[in-house]
């Protein structure tokens, strides 16, 4: 609140460039205290922030193809971007809420009772639940980040755009008496880990940052449907179910067809009426 | 008779001699109850209010105590030990190296405490183990430099006289929570007169709300 402008962070993931190596999905781990778990493959137990999906085109050889999505939280604006996110307006224990400042969706662990409602009420599945105390092997703990806060049996955590980084950067703008944080000194540990380069933040409100310069959000509500706000201008960029309203800020890029219709559940022949709405041209 | 009979008969007789004898013995029934609901009232108020605290709390010295005033009095201010770093962060407690600025493994005083510190800590190249009474819990985030800097307020405001010191009193650690007693207050009360009496999230939010018009959001506070 410090801030003369709200910010408006946001991610870019070209998914043409991501190669499903997991790096983003390592390095946020380590980063963030993420307890890994004796069985990883587990997936009712272990717990990924940044989760990186496999897509098919679903063709048979030669014309088969796969694309990687990683998944970090969506940190969705909710319905017209007024801050109402899904899992935001559904916990009753104020544990997560919208900062109207940053654009990110904050959470207080020691808040959380562990009900789980924002777990169902997430569309893209970017919420985690704490079934265990985590535990690290001797010696590891010391490897621990002191900027953020491991989490404790019983509950739920999720990606947090790296908001420590934030915090850092923040502290170092107060320190130099600006109120500008330069789009490097705030970088999350997915984005700097990509050896692809494939993911892309930075603030969506600042015309300088590249992903501003990517996404070209739209300022006004999508005349098709008035909850969605800050849809891209790029015809190759999409978000995840994003008719939904849910308005979140990952966006997704990628110059094949196919993957762009996976970002959403269409019915037959609904595609190609929502392409030419939006006057997107066929790159296949 | 049958046997329930039998039962119901002597239930209603017992119920009748209750009755019959009751009238005149239960006005002192009555006197003694109040007497002892008020007895086992105070015992387990005061004990609640009293002794509870103390059994919450357990005592630890400091490792040597320490003179603030004495060093305020040599260094001038407090940023010479506690200063903010060229990217934003807070020293906080002073290593044993910033200490060798001014001191060697020789005692400049004559004091017991300073004997310590040179011998256990200087000599051996230790850290001294503090007790932080101000530490706040783990999954709390505070950034000096938004309070120091952006909002420009001085050490006092918030941590109080701790530069008129002479002596460390004992850091009291909740037992059930591992906290510092400073978070919540002497007061058992809650009840606080100065910002530095208590420093718990609500104690943030109604400065907050007062200088910001906002509490914050939990990312604010928390990580």
């Known amino acids: 609140m410090q801030d003369k402008k709200a910010h408006k962070f946001g991610m870019v993931i070209d998914l043409d460039k991501c190669t499903g190596c997991g790096s983003c999905t390592v390095s946020c781990m380590a980063e963030n205290n993420i307890p890994f778990k004796e069985d990883e493959s587990d997936k009712k137990d272990s717990i990924t922030w940044m989760r990186v999906y496999k897509l098919t085109n679903g063709k048979s050889f030669p014309d088969t193809q796969t694309a990687y999505l990683p998944r970090p939280c969506q940190h969705c604006g909710g319905k017209g971007d007024h801050g109402h996110s899904p899992c935001v307006s559904v916990c009753p224990a104020t544990a997560t809420d919208y900062g109207y400042d940053t654009g990110i969706v904050s959470q207080i662990y020691t808040r959380c009772f562990g009900c789980r409602y924002c777990m169902v009420s997430c569309p893209y599945h970017a919420r985690y639940f704490n079934w265990w105390d985590p535990v690290w092997p001797e010696g590891m703990e010391k490897y621990l980040s002191p900027n953020v806060s491991p989490r404790m049996r019983g509950v739920v955590e999720k990606c947090s755009f790296c908001y420590h980084r934030y915090q850092l950067a923040r502290e170092q703008a107060y320190y130099n008496e600006t109120d500008e944080i330069p789009e490097d000194a705030y970088q999350t540990a997915c984005t700097t880990a990509c050896p692809a380069g494939a993911i892309i933040f930075g603030d969506l409100n600042n015309p300088s940052h590249r992903v501003h310069q990517i996404v070209k959000p739209d300022p006004h509500p999508d005349p098709l449907n008035h909850d969605v706000v800050g849809k891209s201008r790029n015809p190759k960029v999409f978000r995840l179910l994003e008719r939904l309203g849910t308005n979140p800020k990952v966006y997704y890029m990628s110059e094949k067809e196919w993957i762009r219709k996976v970002g959403d559940s269409y019915l037959d022949g609904e595609w190609d009426k929502m392409k030419n709405h939006h006057g997107s041209a066929s790159h296949d | ?223």
């Not at chain 2, 600025?101 to 051996?124: L, N």
């Not at chain 2, 606080?192 to 104690?203: A, C, G, L, V, Y």
């Open chain 2, 1 to 223: 008779m049958s046997e329930i009979e039998n039962k119901t008969e002597h239930g209603s007789m017992d119920g009748a001699k209750e009755c019959a004898a009751g009238d005149p013995k239960n006005d002192t029934g009555l006197g003694l109850g109040v007497i002892f609901f008020i007895l086992a009232f105070l015992i387990c108020f005061l004990s609640g209010w009293l002794l509870f605290p103390k059994l919450l709390y357990s005592k630890h010295e400091q490792p040597f105590n320490f003179d603030h005033a004495l060093h305020v009095q040599e260094t001038g201010d407090c940023e010479s030990c506690h200063f903010l770093r060229e990217d934003g962060t807070f020293s906080g407690i002073p290593k044993t190296e910033s200490c060798l600025d001014c001191h060697t493994d020789e005692p400049m005083g004559e004091t017991e405490d300073e004997a310590i510190f040179a011998a256990e800590y200087v000599a051996k190249q230790r850290e001294v183990p503090w007790y932080v009474y101000a530490k706040q819990p783990d999954c709390v985030y505070f950034s000096h430099a938004a309070h120091i800097k952006a909002a420009g307020m001085d050490c006092v405001t918030c941590h109080g006289h701790i530069g008129e010191s002479t002596s460390s009193r004992p850091y009291e650690e909740n037992r059930l929570t591992g906290y510092s007693r400073d978070i919540w207050g002497n007061n058992i009360w809650g009840i606080t007169k100065n910002p530095w009496d208590s420093m718990k999230m609500d104690d943030c939010a109604v400065c907050h709300e007062k200088e910001t018009g906002h509490k914050g959001y939990c990312f604010q506070c928390h990580k």
